[in-house]
């Protein structure tokens, strides 16, 4: 089970909302009285845009559905996902008596009478106040941290609470867990019992700020994504926000952030910006603290706004921001790390495509030269190109020159190194497949209305045609999917790595406004509905499975936490007719002695195995979804997963000759070397050593890869 149930809302509504601690009230479920906050409602401009998305939904959505009671069923239980994801805050009993709702949402957006929505969420805001003093009461008295009891954190399973009793020490636990996490990071009690009180105290301040603006749109949300994950509902200001604020690309740190549970996480880090440069924040790592300059106070920001903690970490360029990071998959309360980023904005030259040369020694001194071209995304210069400017940035033109470069330094094979590439321009990922292939189709779109259209290499010829590796890993998605699956169905490379991340459709973005009746007020906002889907030339789709790697490779991320496959409302994997491409060279057989001569390596190589040995201990802390509540317990639990770490490092540095080093702290002081792509470097010299020999003549000897 996974640590933290997954939100992919970065939306203002659920800023405010997932960082909310919510709890009992009235309804027949007793409960402690909070203030009153004004009930929320809906405008007639709401009513009037719920018609239209129920118009363009049934008219353009690739699935092309219905909008009837089956869809009103499924729209029901996301919209009480998105207020209730952890099963912390409604009653049983609120359930069942919101069960009138769950063939009627559909009626409601047809009609705009949204009167159900809004009946919902007032009971929500009931239980989040109530809920709330509660837990502000609770830190009054300090938690007793000797008592031997377990705090279950993910509930997204979990049966809906039936008592009071049963709520209460819920949230007793909570409170408690809460305390503890600080205590781990050597607080004292009157230190933690501030930092919570302001905690719980801005948590309602953020409840009783929100307005109908906000429910509406988190709930156009709920329904548009029960089409699918990448349809969604956006207000005027929330899309303005998401486009500069959340996404920090201008004088911040270089990542989009999004809310999951009390925690700011990372969604993913911006090529170019500090901390891509960096290196050392991850996708999925939770911010819990963000400091000023290189001795300001860390501020505790679990249960902040996203646009509160996005306001701390940006900054003028050349001043220093800290971020206390819980490294992605830790359990709460795990040991975390302070990360030192200088602002700055995000830096062309350090998004474009790059290129190294990795020397590998293969005995009697014949050593092989691996030229390595990492695509951080596939950019354009649309604007320019359309202009007519000759010059226009582009990832083709880009790699097409490193390419020419790499060749006059002398290199032996090529490692494409795509991980982390989450897409861009899809005539980018068009032009880069055919600088590898002769001529042919390289991918093909199926539209709404079934029509297929085939996009062909435009490049006459192959501007590189040596042994040939593309690396992936579970964020690679998109454009970085599409050139991956043209390279291993024109069999031209090999992929190495881990299953990519599934996402093979296409968006359309509607500006409302159009199409809104005029006597409706202005700000109707922007609808983005999936119109499309991605297929390879083979016929079968990229959507939900990805593209399987030839030869696969460790990899920290969890491809049962992330990827298209782990949303419900994804598309399913499909298949059409094949575009008839040729492929000129089967790889079949030399894919099965590189992968013999991999094994081989992976078998003796102590970096692999430690790599192997880091990420299985990792998959062990990540699939609890409880922790124990005693904080000696804690404590030598973080002992003991320190002290694991560091033998596991020092019994790689002893098979290395190396030696050992004598804390943990020395080893975050020492910089971590890529094994996975000096491994595929390793890959692509096997296949240099293929190239130009019978593969039948080097069958079963380990000495002509070696």
């Not at 290199?411 to 861009?424: A, H, T, Y």
């Not at 690396?471 to 169905?489: K, M, P």
């Not at 409706?520 to 789709?541: A, H, M, N």
């Not at 490779?553 to 419900?568: F, K, Y």
Request: charged residues 25%.
């Amino acid at each position: 089970m996974a640590v933290f149930k997954k939100f992919a809302l970065t939306l203002a509504f659920s800023s405010l909302i997932l960082v909310a601690l919510v709890g009992n009230d009235a309804r027949g479920v007793p409960g402690i009285e909070g203030q009153s906050t004004a009930e929320l409602s809906y405008s007639d401009r709401h009513s009037a845009v719920s018609r239209l998305v129920t118009k363009f939904v049934e008219r353009n959505h690739y699935s092309e559905p219905r909008v009837n009671d089956a869809l009103s069923s499924k729209v029901f239980d996301r919209f009480l996902e998105t207020l209730d994801g952890n099963r912390m805050f409604f009653y049983a009993s609120d359930i069942q008596e919101f069960e009138q709702y769950r063939t009627l949402l559909d009626d409601a957006v047809s009609s705009g009478n949204l009167d159900p929505v809004f009946e919902i969420f007032s009971v929500f805001r009931r239980r989040n106040e109530n809920r709330l003093v509660y837990s502000q009461e609770l830190i009054n008295t300090q938690p007793d941290f000797s008592i031997d009891e377990q705090y279950q954190f993910d509930r997204s399973a979990s049966a809906w609470i039936e008592t009071t009793e049963e709520m209460n020490d819920l949230w007793r636990k909570r409170v408690k867990n809460d305390a503890l996490r600080l205590f781990l990071t050597g607080k004292d009690w009157a230190e933690s019992r501030e930092i919570l009180e302001k905690r719980y105290a801005r948590a309602r301040k953020n409840m009783a700020q929100l307005e109908s603006d906000d429910v509406f749109e988190s709930f156009m949300n709920a329904y548009t994504q029960t089409l699918d994950p990448h349809s969604s509902y956006l207000l005027p200001r929330t899309s303005e926000e998401y486009r500069i604020q959340m996404s920090l690309s201008y004088e911040g740190i270089g990542a989009s952030l999004q809310i999951d549970d009390d925690f700011v996480m990372v969604l993913n880090i911006l090529p170019g910006g500090p901390a891509a440069i960096d290196g050392s924040l991850s996708p999925n790592d939770r911010i819990t603290a963000v400091g000023q300059d290189d001795d300001g106070e860390l501020v505790d920001v679990v249960g902040w706004r996203l646009d509160d903690v996005v306001e701390l970490i940006r900054g003028p360029g050349g001043t220093v921001v800290r971020l206390q990071i819980l490294a992605a998959g830790a359990l709460p309360g795990s040991e975390e790390k302070v990360l030192r980023l200088v602002r700055d904005k995000i830096k062309l030259e350090a998004q474009a495509a790059q290129k190294e040369i990795i020397t590998v020694p293969r005995g009697s001194g014949d050593d092989l030269r691996i030229g390595v071209i990492t695509v951080p995304s596939f950019y354009q210069d649309f604007e320019a190109r359309m202009s007519g400017n000759e010059n226009y940035t582009s990832t083709t033109r880009d790699v097409r020159r490193l390419l020419q470069e790499l060749e006059k330094e002398g290199i032996d094979g090529l490692l494409m190194d795509l991980r982390s590439n989450g897409g861009g321009h899809l005539t980018e990922a068009q032009e880069l497949s055919g600088l590898f292939i002769e001529d042919g189709p390289v991918v093909q779109v199926r539209q709404t209305n079934g029509r297929i259209e085939i996009l062909d290499d435009p490049n006459p010829k192959e501007v590189f045609n040596g042994p040939l590796a593309v690396l992936v890993n579970r964020f690679s998605a998109s454009a970085s999917e599409i050139f991956a699956a043209a390279i291993q169905d024109y069999e031209r490379g090999v992929i190495l790595g881990q299953r990519t991340f599934g996402k093979g459709s296409v968006q359309n973005l509607y500006s409302l406004d159009r199409y809104a009746p005029r006597t409706s007020d202005p700000g109707c906002g922007q609808l983005t509905l999936t119109i499309g889907k991605f297929y390879r030339v083979s016929g079968e789709s990229t959507q939900h499975r990805g593209v399987q790697p030839d030869i696969e490779m460790p990899s920290l991320v969890d491809a049962t936490v992330v990827g298209e496959s782990t949303r419900d409302s994804a598309l399913p994997w499909d298949k059409i007719d094949s575009t008839g491409y040729t492929v000129d060279i089967k790889l079949g057989e030399a894919i099965e002695l590189i992968t013999l001569s991999h094994a081989r390596r992976a078998e003796i190589d102590p970096d692999l195995n430690f790599l192997i040995d880091e990420y299985a201990a990792f998959a062990t802390i990540r699939n609890q979804d409880t922790v124990s509540l005693n904080l000696e317990v804690r404590r030598r639990q973080q002992e003991k997963i320190r002290e694991e770490r560091l033998a596991r490092e020092n019994t790689r540095r002893s098979e290395h000759g190396l030696e050992a080093l004598e804390s943990i702290e020395a080893l975050e002081d020492h910089e971590s070397q890529d094994y996975i792509l000096q491994e595929a470097a390793q890959i692509v010299a096997d296949m240099a050593k293929l190239d130009g020999h019978t593969t039948a003549s080097l069958r079963g000897s380990e000495q002509s890869l070696n």
